[in-house]
C-alpha cells in the first residue's frame, strides 16, 4: 500500500507530538504490589469473552520494564507520553485506603519521563475499574461517580506538581456501549437502559472529578477528556438514511459532547431513547456539574461508519458485526437503533477490519473546528493494527502503518491549514499490546513486543515517526526502510 498523500508537511515548532498507551494493555502484574481487581481481569479469565483465552496478566511487562520503555520514548524523542492510570492500584477495592505501592510506581514514571524531557499526560480512567466498584453496581450506579472524583483527588494530590495535563476519560462510548449495551467489553453487561446510565455517571464523574482536580491544584490546571467521536455518513441521501444518520449522531456523539461542551443533553436523544429509559438518571443540577471549562478535547480516530435504515429490524442474536468492526455481539451496542444497519466500507482496511480513510479525520477536526470555535484539540490516539512479521534482517517492514500514519497525519495538518486549532498527535500505540477482546491477536504499536520473551524492537514506523518528531516534517513513507 503506498501512501495517497503528499509528504513533507512542515508542522508547527511548538505541536506536541506524543504516543499513548494504557494501564491494563501493556502493565501486566495485575496482582502484584497490592493491585486489585478490575473488571477487566474478571472479565478476560471468563471463558469466551477474549480470543484465545488471552488476559492482561503479563501483558508487555511494562510495569517491570518501565526504565527500558521510557528510555525506547526518549529514543523518539517525544515530547509527550500519554499514559494511563490503573484505578485499582490507587485503590484496590475502588474506595478508601490508598494503595502507596501503586502511587509509587506512577509518581516513578512522571520523575523518569521529566528526566529525559518528557511531558507526563496522565488519564485517569482507561477501562480498569475495581472489580468491587462493578459489584456494587458499576458506571449505572451513580455512586460511582462519586468514588471517582474520591480517586481523582488523590491522584491530583500525588502528582499535580509533575503531569501536565489531566485526562478524566478515555473513550466513554466504549465503558458505556460496549461495557454495558453490546457486552463485548468488560464487564459484559447487554442492557441499553444500563448502558445510558452508564454515559450519564461517566458524564457526570468527568464533572465532579474535574472539579476535585482544580480545587485541588487551582484554576490553572489543565483538563481535557479524551473521546471516539463517530464519523457516520449515510448510505443515500433518502430522509431515512439521512434520519439513521442523524440518530446515530445523536446517541454517539450527542450524549458526550452535549452536556460536556453545551451544558445539556440533546433534545433529540432523549426523544430518540425513550422507549429504552426515561433519563431519570440526570437530577437537577447534574448539567452544570459536567459542564466544567476543558482545556483540551481529546479525539480519538481509526475509521468512519455507514449506515442506513432497515426495514427489517435486528435480531439480537444474529452476530451482526459490531459498528467499530469490533467482535460480533448478540447485542447491539446502540440503544433504539435495530432499524439502522451498518454496511460494510470500501477497503483498505485494517487487521480490524476497519476502513482507512483519512478524510474522515480532517472532516471531524473541522466539524468540532466549527462547533467548538476556541477549544484546542489534540488527537490523542490514532494508527493502525496490521499483522507485523520479523523479516530476516531482524527488522519489522511495516509500511502499511507507516502509510497509514502518513496520511492522517497529513490530513490533521489539512484540517489545521483550514483553521483547526489543533495542539498535538499522540500515536497509538507505542508498544504491541493487549487489545481487549482481541487478546494479542491485533498489533498496533510501533515498536514490536515478542509475547514470548516480552523483547522490543523498533518497527520501521517507529524509526519513521522519530524522524518526523525531529524534523517536524512528514517523511515520504519509503524513507522509512532507510532509517534507523
Ligand atoms: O486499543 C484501543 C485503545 O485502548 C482505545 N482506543 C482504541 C484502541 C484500538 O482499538
Redesign the pocket.
Same mark, same amino acid.
Given at each position: 500500500m503506498t501512501s495517497l498523500r503528499p509528504s513533507g508537511r512542515q508542522f508547527p515548532a511548538d505541536f506536541l507530538w506524543g504516543s499513548a498507551t494504557?494501564s491494563y494493555?501493556i502493565e501486566g502484574a495485575t496482582t502484584e504490589d497490592g493491585r486489585g481487581p478490575s473488571i477487566w481481569d474478571t472479565f478476560s479469565a471468563t471463558p469466551g469473552k477474549v480470543l484465545n483465552g488471552d488476559t492482561g496478566e503479563v501483558a508487555v511487562g511494562h510495569y517491570h520494564r518501565t526504565a527500558e520503555d521510557v528510555a525506547l520514548m526518549a529514543a523518539h524523542g517525544l515530547h509527550a507520553y500519554r499514559f494511563s492510570i490503573a484505578w485499582p492500584r490507587i485503590q484496590p477495592t475502588g474506595s478508601g485506603a490508598v494503595n502507596q505501592k501503586g502511587l509509587d510506581f506512577y509518581s516513578r514514571l512522571v520523575d523518569q519521563l521529566l528526566e529525559v524531557g518528557i511531558d507526563p499526560v496522565a488519564t485517569l480512567y482507561?477501562?480498569d475499574l475495581p472489580q468491587a466498584l462493578e459489584d456494587l453496581g458499576g458506571w449505572p450506579s451513580r455512586d460511582t461517580a462519586y468514588r471517582f472524583a474520591d480517586y481523582a483527588g488523590i491522584m491530583a494530590k500525588a502528582l499535580g506538581d509533575r503531569v501536565t495535563i489531566w485526562t478524566t476519560f478515555?473513550?466513554p462510548w466504549?465503558s458505556a456501549y460496549l461495557g454495558y449495551a453490546s457486552g463485548v467489553h468488560a464487564p459484559g453487561r447487554e442492557n441499553h437502559a444500563d448502558a445510558l446510565a452508564a454515559v450519564h455517571h461517566l458524564n457526570l464523574a468527568h464533572g465532579l472529578g474535574g472539579r476535585v482536580i482544580r480545587e485541588t491544584l487551582g484554576e490553572d490546571t489543565q483538563i481535557s477528556i479524551t473521546l471516539?467521536l463517530h464519523v457516520t455518513r449515510a448510505a443515500t441521501s433518502s430522509p431515512e438514511d439521512l434520519e439513521a444518520k442523524r440518530r446515530i449522531d445523536a446517541v454517539a456523539n450527542g450524549v458526550f459532547l452535549g452536556p460536556l461542551l453545551d451544558g445539556a443533553y440533546p433534545a433529540e436523544v432523549m426523544a430518540d431513547t425513550a422507549e429504552v429509559t426515561d433519563w431519570s438518571f440526570v437530577h437537577e443540577g447534574d448539567l452544570e456539574t459536567i459542564n466544567i471549562p476543558l482545556d483540551v478535547l481529546g479525539v !480519538?480516530y481509526?475509521a468512519t461508519g455507514l449506515v442506513r435504515h432497515s426495514d427489517t429490524p435486528r435480531v439480537p442474536g444474529d452476530g451482526t458485526p459490531g459498528p467499530d468492526g469490533h467482535k460480533s455481539s448478540p447485542q447491539s451496542p446502540w440503544p433504539a437503533c435495530d432499524d439502522i444497519e451498518w454496511l460494510p466500507l470500501p477497503g483498505p482496511h485494517t487487521a480490524?477490519g476497519w476502513n482507512i480513510e483519512p478524510e474522515g479525520l480532517t472532516e471531524l477536526l473541522l466539524e468540532l473546528h466549527e462547533a467548538y470555535p476556541g477549544l484546542p484539540l489534540a488527537i490523542t490516539?490514532n494508527?493502525a493494527?496490521f499483522h507485523d512479521e520479523v523479516s530476516a534482517d531482524g527488522r519489522v517492514h511495516d509500511e502499511r502503518r507507516v502509510s497509514y500514519l502518513h496520511d492522517h497525519i497529513d490530513a490533521v495538518g489539512e484540517a489545521m491549514d483550514k483553521g483547526a486549532d489543533v495542539r498535538g498527535y499522540f500515536v497509538?500505540?507505542l508498544l504491541d !499490546?493487549f487489545?481487549?477482546a482481541y487478546g494479542y491477536d491485533?498489533r498496533?504499536g510501533i515498536i514490536r513486543v515478542d509475547y514470548d520473551t516480552l523483547e522490543r524492537i523498533r518497527k520501521d514506523s517507529s524509526y519513521w515517526y522519530a524522524e518526523l518528531i525531529r524534523t517536524g516534517r512528514i517523511p515520504t513513507v519509503e524513507q522509512a526502510t532507510e532509517l534507523g
Open positions: 494504557a494493555q482507561h477501562w478515555n473513550e466504549c471516539n !480519538n481509526y480490524m490516539e494508527g493494527a497509538w500505540s !499490546n487489545e481487549w491485533r498496533f
